[in-house]
């Protein structure tokens, strides 16, 4: 998800910054935008969505 011009897995919740050259990809899931950073992408292709918190689940988690 992306708050404040900042991106965060749904899944592993890093947020990204100057420092770390994270990599992220929007995806949907349940209709809603999501943002995988690609060290997540493997657990959602090779299992399923049910590892993909949603945005309201990560603003909780992160709060």
Excluded: R
């Amino acid at each position: 998800m992306e708050i404040e011009n900042k991106q965060y897995c749904n899944v592993c919740l890093i947020e990204s910054n100057e420092q770390t050259k994270t990599v992220y990809l929007k995806a949907i899931c349940q209709g809603e935008e999501v943002h995988i950073c690609t060290a997540c992408i493997p657990q959602v292709i090779h299992g399923s969505g049910e590892v993909v918190n949603t945005n309201a689940e990560v603003t909780a988690k992160i709060g």
